[in-house]
């Protein structure tokens, strides 16, 4: 429902495929599963193997993956219930998924069918003039930064809720629908703000303008 660089399915959700002799070919998962489970599932085979056993693999301790072999091989259900889309202190934005439900908080960023709450299109198209037109001027020479701040929290406290299952697109927004889900949900969202760090963003430096190197990105920076 949106593209890279937003919180809509468009910018988070994608497709994958898995090629192995271990696995019969031609099936089709839907389960939930997230880019982190795969270093529980990756060590789990290399411990115990694809078998089923009652070997338990490493232990991580506390980390946000989780085994998924048995879902892959379509003998169970997903390992997990939700995950942590994003959690994003400088822009005051955050967002979650608990099985079928998804919850939006503040500016989840710009989707085509459902655009962010409150925002004047009309004064970013006036600030992307004042950078005559350049994104990188735009971007990184304060202008992006304040429509992102103004942005942020202008919409702080907005809660958006879909049903991604029935509602794949992200169209129908139903938080005023299930407030028990929304308040669940939320309480669950700061457990995961509470384990957060502080950010390490450093400022954005010009040098690195891909314009200065042929017009492609490449480190500019001199090694130690």
Not at 46 to 51: F, I, M, P, T
Not at 148 to 158: F, I, P, Q, V
Request: aromatic residues 10%; contains cysteine.
């Amino acid at each position: 429902s949106s593209g890279i660089n937003a919180e809509y399915g468009g910018g988070i959700r994608s497709a994958s495929f898995i090629h192995s002799p271990l696995l019969q070919g031609g099936n089709v998962n839907s389960e939930l599963m997230h880019v982190t489970d795969w270093l529980p599932t990756i060590t789990h085979l290399g411990a115990c193997g694809v078998e089923p056993s009652n070997c338990t693999g490493p232990s991580f301790d506390d980390i946000d993956g989780v085994n998924q072999w048995n879902t892959i091989i379509r003998e169970s259900k997903s390992a997990r219930s939700e995950f942590l889309v994003n959690y994003d202190q400088s822009d005051n934005n955050a967002a979650i998924r608990m099985g079928k439900w998804k919850l939006l908080q503040g500016n989840p960023g710009r989707g085509p069918w459902v655009p962010p709450p409150e925002i004047n299109y009309r004064q970013y198209k006036e600030h992307m003039s004042k950078a005559g037109g350049d994104p990188w001027k735009f971007e990184y020479g304060g202008e992006m930064e304040r429509m992102s701040r103004w942005a942020s929290h202008a919409n702080k406290g907005k809660i958006q809720l879909y049903d991604v299952e029935s509602d794949p697109y992200e169209k129908n927004e139903v938080s005023k629908d299930n407030p028990t889900v929304v308040k669940t949900m939320l309480e669950r969202l700061q457990v995961h703000k509470d384990k957060a760090v502080p950010p390490g963003n450093k400022d954005s430096d010009p040098k690195g303008n891909p314009k200065y190197f042929g017009g492609v990105w490449t480190p500019w920076l001199d090694t130690c």
